[in-house]
């Protein structure tokens, strides 16, 4: 599949380097050489140079014979031009672009065939913003997931001792719970991944997966470890577009603080924020933060533009006693240094982005992919299409299913109706298949699994 | 400065206004009255005057900022002097100039507040007079002139600016200023339309029920009659009242979007709107709950209750039953109600609904930044910001107002032997351009000293053209510049 990949910023330098290890085809179209010289020495790309919207820079980097555009310049207007010049002059079947100001956003309807041809908007900041409140939602969750328009959920937690089922075998669950209906993707284990069976005892620190109905999700939580009580104040580190959107996002239903550096920013701030106060201090200042009563936070989000000053302020935030921190982390390397640490929860800005575009490139009819642990495991929510004889999955019960190795189902979803995974369920046609893969490489022989025999046609 | 421009547009707008003054005539023709040699004569004089000063000055300068001041300021001097006229000269009313000057100004400032008594025998053509220099007030006669006349176009912000109330003012409802007026006046004039046909439904003649349209909605407070809406003893009359006055209370530029979108949930969504009439519900109900509790005070302790509190309190002035004798409470509330009026863009005066709004928003600010030394607060209305330039404005209108008020209190009892009460309400009466006050002024002014009056009219100016119009003129930055 060959894409073109308007945008050599963060977002798009790392979809880069993430899809050209999927062995697609990419090219990269940038107007400063000089990103674009370094990333072709350290990728397997082809780059051009230019301006993203004009059609002899786009006809030169190949979209004639492209499949995919994904436009994400730092300019929505770029962005937009370019999708409508690829949809008039060069008939691209899918265009994907990044979509920042919310004024485009609201208007039903703008992003149709018409008017402004974009198949797929992408806005990394709304993934984000996204990710932390559903944390937030969850106290105690490492990650959740949604599949299925959010009807079933795949959540991460660390076991504590305390909780009900630390200690215990797997299939005690169920009796711990006969209504609740849930099932364990897998287990890590000091890093390892270990395919949770019927036996297998869950220790305290392990890092669970499990999927379950969205009603569903805290109960389990509530057997894995103490139950928390819910989240009241939420202190917001950085005032930038994420910084914002989150907070207008749970000033409703948090008490909200945020803390922004520069005043006149500040000021912005209180002009679009509503209920939360906005404080003009630096996240860093110890004395500030004690001030307002950082102790009393039940969660404290870093969400600057800068990866250092989110760790110390999350470290300082915890140190002061907040109970948990979420922080947003841009450069890998930091992500391996402190997972594990005082920082609860790392939070990286490209894997939530790669993970929404994932779905589009999967080769299998694929309604959503999440990227899981620093992109070596894989959450897929799979389409099953054909019948007995065309497929491999449909018309088997679960439990005769070879999956590859390493791959569990979590659940199904017929309709509006979940079903956990059990080995005596069957799969039917259309039905949503939600599988957890502990190894991406895996990735292939899943799509395999999904895709339609030749006989279908 | 440039006196001759300045002169000549005074001139014009002279001009414009006898033309008002023959509207009584037709009046008089119909009822057969002999006041016609008397309006015929204001006119007379009133159009000479204006034609003099505007052919005799040369200039064709555009004007500024500073000239609207004194434009607006010259104008309703004059208007005040060249109106008082008619009730000087007419037969039936024994005035000195005084009292005429009085009577006019409080019509134009849409005060309300009268020296002539025995309304009720005075002829029809005088009564309706009163009425219209109200109605013009209401508006404003300059937003009227700036409507109709073309060459007021370029200027016309500088005057419409002057001249409107509220503590934002640059904004115009369409892209020409002459449209914004004349929109207005439409509005204004169909609200007087439909207030009229209301008054006429409910009972009244028609002669009561245009020319108590035209003091309801210009939230003036003149009748054409000595016990005002009370002479009608009618339930329904007072209905019909309370619903236009509190509507004429409300921004017209809010009842222009309304009208321009239909869509009447925008009342509900404007912050102002919303405290507007809550503050006259809350009024309403202390004043009704003061008078169940005493009995005697009133007849019918509710309908007064209800009638009494929506006129005082959008600074109207209607009168159903002598509320300065009810328990003491009542009447200081209102008066104290009537300092806050109506909302900017209305034809109410007092402070204005939404500056009180800004000003408790303000307080809510401080205390927040006590709790928060290194917050950030902004004061928005709805999703918008306001700045920090209009909040200071806002304050400073409001220590000037309160300055005002004491002075004037203070000098009114220094120059005559009034008591506190009286000259407290007079003040604040004439201030917020409200009519009637308390103690020797509950029902007329004519038994002030003519020192009095004339402080008075000052107080009615200064309240009608927001303080700042009328006081920079008295700054010798401004004349110096």
Redesign the interface.
């Known amino acids: 599949m060959k894409i073109l990949i308007l945008g050599a910023g963060q977002v798009g330098g790392t979809l880069a380097e993430n899809l050209a290890n999927e062995a697609f085809d990419i090219t990269l179209v940038d107007n400063n050489a000089t990103v674009l010289d370094e990333l072709r020495d350290k990728l397997d790309i082809q780059t051009v140079h230019g301006s993203g919207s004009h059609p002899d820079v786009l006809r030169r980097a190949g979209a004639d014979d492209a499949d995919m555009l994904i436009a994400v310049t730092s300019s929505d207007e770029v962005n937009m031009v370019a999708c409508q010049v690829c949809y008039s002059l060069f008939r691209t079947p899918t265009k994907i672009a990044r979509i920042r100001s919310s004024s485009y956003l609201d208007r039903e309807g703008f992003f149709s065939k018409e008017h402004m041809p974009i198949d797929v908007l992408i806005n990394p900041e709304e993934v984000v913003t996204t990710n932390i409140r559903q944390l937030l939602e969850h106290p105690g969750a490492l990650q959740v997931l949604d599949f299925a328009d959010g009807r079933v959920q795949l959540v991460a937690v660390k076991a504590y001792y305390g909780g009900p089922l630390v200690g215990q075998e797997l299939r005690f669950l169920r009796q711990h719970m006969p209504n609740v209906d849930t099932r364990v993707a897998a287990i890590y284990r000091r890093g390892r991944a270990m395919i949770p069976e019927g036996n297998t005892v869950i220790e305290a620190d392990d890092e669970v997966f499990f999927i379950a109905a969205r009603e569903h999700i805290n109960a389990v939580m509530g057997e894995l470890r103490r139950v928390e009580r819910p989240f009241k104040r939420i202190m917001i580190a950085g005032g930038g577009n994420i910084g914002v959107r989150l907070a207008q996002a749970i000033e409703p239903f948090f008490s909200v603080k945020v803390v922004e550096y520069s005043?006149a920013r500040?000021?912005e701030?209180?002009?679009t924020l509503?209920q939360s106060?906005?404080?003009?201090?630096d996240a860093t200042d110890r004395e500030?933060l004690l001030?307002?009563n950082i102790e009393q936070c039940d969660a404290f989000c870093a969400v600057t533009n800068d990866d250092e000053v989110n760790i110390m302020s999350s470290l300082l935030a915890k140190r002061l006693g907040v109970r948990q921190v979420i922080t947003l982390i841009g450069k890998p390397a930091y992500v391996d240094l402190v997972q594990g640490g005082d920082i609860d929860i790392a939070i990286s800005p490209q894997q939530a982005t790669t993970s929404s575009l994932l779905s589009y490139v999967r080769r299998a009819d694929v309604a959503a992919v999440h990227s899981l642990r620093r992109g070596a495991a894989e959450a897929i929510e799979a389409i099953a299409h054909g019948d007995a004889k065309t497929s491999k999955v449909v018309g088997r019960a679960i439990g005769d299913i070879e999956l590859p190795t390493g791959t569990t189902i979590g659940a199904l979803v017929r309709g509006e109706q979940v079903l956990i995974a059990h080995d005596d369920v069957v799969i039917e046609t259309d039905d949503h298949v939600i599988m957890f893969l502990v190894d991406k490489r895996q990735v292939t022989a899943v799509e395999r699994m999904f895709q339609v025999g030749l006989t279908f046609f | 400065m440039h006196l001759p421009v300045i002169l000549r547009v005074t001139g014009i707008l002279l001009t414009l206004f006898s033309l008002v003054l023959l509207v009584p005539v037709l009046v008089a023709l119909i009822y057969d009255e002999d006041t016609i040699q008397t309006f015929a004569l204001a006119f007379a004089i009133t159009l000479v005057s204006g034609l003099m000063l505007s052919l005799f000055q040369r200039g064709n300068r555009e004007l500024r900022s500073g000239d609207g001041f004194l434009i607006t300021a010259l104008f309703y001097i004059g208007l005040g002097l060249f109106g008082a006229i008619p009730i000087y000269l007419a037969e039936s009313i024994d005035a000195n100039f005084t009292d005429a000057a009085f009577e006019s100004l409080s019509g134009l400032t849409t005060t309300g507040a009268t020296v002539l008594t025995g309304l009720d025998q005075l002829p029809k053509s005088i009564l309706f007079y009163r009425q219209s220099l109200q109605w013009l007030g209401g508006m404003g006669i300059i937003v009227l002139a700036v409507a109709v006349l073309p060459m007021l176009g370029i200027g016309g912000m500088q005057l419409y600016r002057a001249e409107s109330p509220g503590p934002v003012k640059d904004s115009k409802l369409t892209p020409r200023i002459t449209e914004t007026a004349k929109a207005l006046w439409y509005l204004y004039l169909g609200l007087t339309v439909a207030c009229a046909m209301g008054y006429w439904v409910a009972g009244m003649d028609l002669f009561d029920a245009i020319c108590h349209s035209f003091s309801t909605v210009a939230i003036g407070g003149f009748s054409t009659h000595d016990a005002s809406i009370g002479f009608f003893a009618n339930p329904a009359i007072e209905g019909v009242a309370i619903v236009f006055m509190i509507f004429a209370g409300i921004n017209f530029g809010l009842h222009f979007i309304v009208w321009h979108r239909r869509d009447p949930r925008l009342y509900w969504n404007d912050r102002e709107v919303r405290l507007y009439l809550s503050m006259l519900a809350v009024v309403t109900l202390v004043v009704c709950w003061v008078l169940v509790s005493n009995p005697g005070s009133t007849q019918s302790p509710i309908r007064d209750g209800i009638f009494q509190a929506i006129s005082v309190a959008t600074t109207t002035g209607f009168t159903t039953s002598n509320f300065s004798l009810w328990p003491s409470v009542a009447p200081i509330l209102l008066i104290f109600a009537a300092f806050s009026g109506g909302c900017a863009g209305s034809t109410a005066g007092g402070i204005k609904i939404i500056r009180v709004l800004l000003i408790g928003l303000q307080g809510m600010r401080e205390i927040k930044r006590l709790i928060h030394p290194n917050g950030v607060f902004s004061i928005k209305l709805g999703a918008q910001r306001v700045p920090d330039r209009v909040i200071e404005a806002v304050w400073g209108f409001f220590s000037v107002y309160v300055l005002v008020f004491f002075t004037m209190v203070s000098l009114l009892m220094l120059i005559s032997p009034l008591d506190f009460t009286t000259a407290f309400s007079a003040v604040a009466a004439c201030l917020n351009n409200l009519g009637p006050g308390l103690g020797d002024v509950a029902v007329n002014y004519a038994s002030l000293p003519a020192a009095c009056k004339w402080l008075l009219i000052l107080a009615m100016m200064l309240g009608r053209l927001e303080i700042f119009t009328l006081l920079v003129l008295l700054t010798p930055a401004f004349w110096r510049r």
């Open positions: 005043k500040c000021e701030l209180a002009d509503h106060v906005v404080l003009n201090i500030r001030e307002e």
